[in-house]
């Protein structure tokens, strides 16, 4: 891909303004609701805005950016497997994803 | 005459990448907000295919997307909740606000040039997460298998 001179950096602010915005807006979102399953998309939401922006950062150092890029994609999609059946067997014993709940629930879920 | 196209376009996929997000986070029904969240990350795919990270869109759309988000959706539709919770907005705004200048703060310290990234060689990377990263491979292995019983483990106990 050739792009040179003023472009580039200006395609390069774009995106490490669009990874920024996206972490902000994930960050809003989980801290405003106290839905689960909303915490939960919000934060992948904030994950997807910092893959952006950490390979904006360090676009200059193609290979280990990539190994890192694919480290982080895999372990995220292995937390979402744990945090979605925590949110269901939590579900299957409240009955409601409300967080507030969660203070009074005996016995942990 | 190409490099701006090559611009707008980037700008168009950010674009719609924020409104997707924004949906995501503020949409009422959780269902129709998963299934945006799969939007928004093949768009995130796209743009860091944009940078010249193909091979971590690659991963992107298929590990990320085709399964985690998938699980997500799958997940959302069987339990058929709904989001009734009450919303502290103010608390919201403050923390993203302090979020977005905290690491704007951070990129105008670090940001270096843009460059774009030159086709990365698959066989030199794999030859590169095997010896610079081999121990953390193997952590990030058994930590995934033990995720997976974990999860199934917690959802069958519920």
Not at chain 1, 68 to 84: I, R
Not at chain 2, 32 to 57: D, E, K, R
Request: hydrophobic share 60%; proline share 1%.
């Amino acid at each position: 891909m050739k792009v040179e001179g003023q472009l580039v950096d200006a395609i390069g602010f774009l995106l490490a303004f669009t990874g920024i915005t996206l972490v902000s807006i994930g960050v809003y979102g989980a801290v405003a609701t106290r839905n689960l399953i909303r915490i939960l998309l919000s934060l992948e939401v904030a994950f997807n805005g910092f893959l952006l922006f950490i390979l904006s950062v360090v676009a200059a150092r193609s290979l280990p950016a990539t190994a890192l890029g694919v480290l982080l994609v895999a372990v995220v999609s292995g937390e979402v497997a744990v945090v979605v059946a925590l949110v269901a067997a939590y579900y299957r014993k409240t009955g409601t994803l409300d967080t507030e709940v969660a203070e009074n629930v005996e016995g942990g879920v | 005459m190409y490099d701006y196209l090559y611009y707008y376009g980037a700008a168009l996929i950010s674009g719609l990448a924020l409104f997707t997000a924004v949906y995501v986070v503020k949409g009422k029904d959780l269902l129709y907000s998963s299934v945006t969240l799969a939007l928004t990350a093949s768009l995130v795919a796209l743009l860091v295919a944009f940078m010249g990270y193909t091979l971590i869109a690659a991963v992107q759309l298929i590990v990320y997307v085709g399964a985690a988000v998938m699980f997500i959706i799958i997940s959302v539709s069987l339990l058929g909740a709904k989001d009734t919770s009450a919303r502290n907005e103010v608390a919201g705004i403050v923390a993203g606000l302090t979020t977005f200048v905290a690491l704007s703060l951070y990129a105008y310290k670090l940001y270096p040039a843009f460059t774009f990234v030159s086709n990365v060689n698959v066989d030199q990377l794999a030859t590169v997460m095997l010896e610079r990263y081999g121990l953390v491979i193997v952590l990030i292995t058994v930590a995934l298998a033990a995720t997976i019983v974990e999860a199934i483990s917690v959802a069958k106990r519920g």
